[in-house]
């Protein structure tokens, strides 16, 4: 009888007790050493966790981990208004899963795209459809190439770049989501802008009060630095900025880190192209949806 039982759960892919519990500070260690044996794949996830810890309101969400009955964490989500997960079993995927049912907030889920699948049938109700998809390929540089132009002006943005900033990462967004950040919550995606500027993460290359070039620090582990809202200005475009920007930009963050990894989606064949160029390399392969 037993025997029977385990394999339906096998063939239907469910995992009676499989739960998920909410990690805290005192998991930062556990946690750090899990998200280190993914290896570059979880390295922007344990950025946020070395930014912020585990119990933080700057994460937008809750950090849950599923362990195994010899108690060894299997997987890690930080589930809410951005849902990212990292897992090595489908039992850990099923845990996250169903923790993920009782938050209300999930606006996107982000993971490989090996488990998106899994977790995505223990996790939407009957009928329920993705409002959008995409596919995101994972790149890291390692040797930065010569720059070709001088941007020997690159720096770090100072809030009275703000006002050029943030119509810029507010149009990217929407491209991304299909939603404009700034309509339900102006007042929060402003302040989240200022607070990278301050924490000293957002690049810029500005030319008579106009915004050239934009990158900014998503996170920072010991592994790889990872960037995010790369931007040129459109009617600069190909005239070398964006290649000189990032070569300049890596030589400057390598000192902390052995790379630089950024996302790229998989349907854009010019920024696929850039970054070739500029010496990424694929290293694996994430999938997004938006709800």
């Known amino acids: 009888m037993r025997i029977a039982a385990t394999e339906s759960w096998i063939s239907s892919g469910a995992f009676p007790g499989a739960s998920a519990d909410v990690l805290t500070n005192s998991d930062r260690s556990e946690t750090l050493e899990f998200l280190a044996r993914r290896g570059i794949n979880a390295a922007f996830f344990a950025g946020i966790v070395y930014d912020n810890g585990l119990e933080s309101s700057l994460n937008r969400g809750t950090f849950f981990g ?6 060894q ?8 208004h951005a849902t990212l997960l990292e897992a090595e079993t489908d039992q850990a995927l099923q845990a996250l899963a169903t923790a993920a049912q009782s938050c209300k907030s999930v606006h996107m889920i982000m993971c490989e795209e090996s488990h998106l699948g899994t977790f995505w049938r223990h996790y939407a109700n009957p009928g329920q459809k993705m409002r959008r998809a995409s596919r995101q390929l994972l790149l890291e540089l390692r040797w930065p190439g010569a ?24 149009e990217m967004a929407l491209s991304e989501s299909g939603v404009d950040p700034r ?5 929060g995606f402003a302040e ?3 607070r ?11 030319e008579k009060d106009q915004l050239i070039f934009k990158a900014e620090v998503a996170s920072i582990s010991p592994l790889t630095t990872y960037l995010e809202g790369v931007w ?7 005239e070398g900025y964006g290649q000189s920007c990032m070569s300049q930009l890596a030589r400057l963050l390598m000192w902390r880190a052995k790379s630089v990894c950024l996302f790229v989606n998989d349907d854009s064949d010019a920024a696929r192209r850039f970054y070739r160029q500029a010496g990424y390399h694929l290293r694996t392969v994430y999938d997004t949806i938006f709800l």
């Open 66 to 71: 599923y362990r195994n009955p010899f108690g």
């Open 73 to 80: 964490l299997e997987g890690v989500g930080l589930l809410g």
């Open 147 to 170: 720059a070709s132009k001088d941007v020997s002006k690159l720096r770090l943005a100072t809030t009275a770049d703000l006002e050029l900033i943030i119509p810029v990462h507010a």
């Open 183 to 187: 309509t339900k919550d102006a007042a």
């Open 192 to 194: 989240r802008c200022a």
């Open 196 to 206: 990278r500027i301050q924490q000293g993460r957002t690049w810029v290359l500005t």
């Open 232 to 238: 040129v200005k459109p009617e600069r475009r190909g």
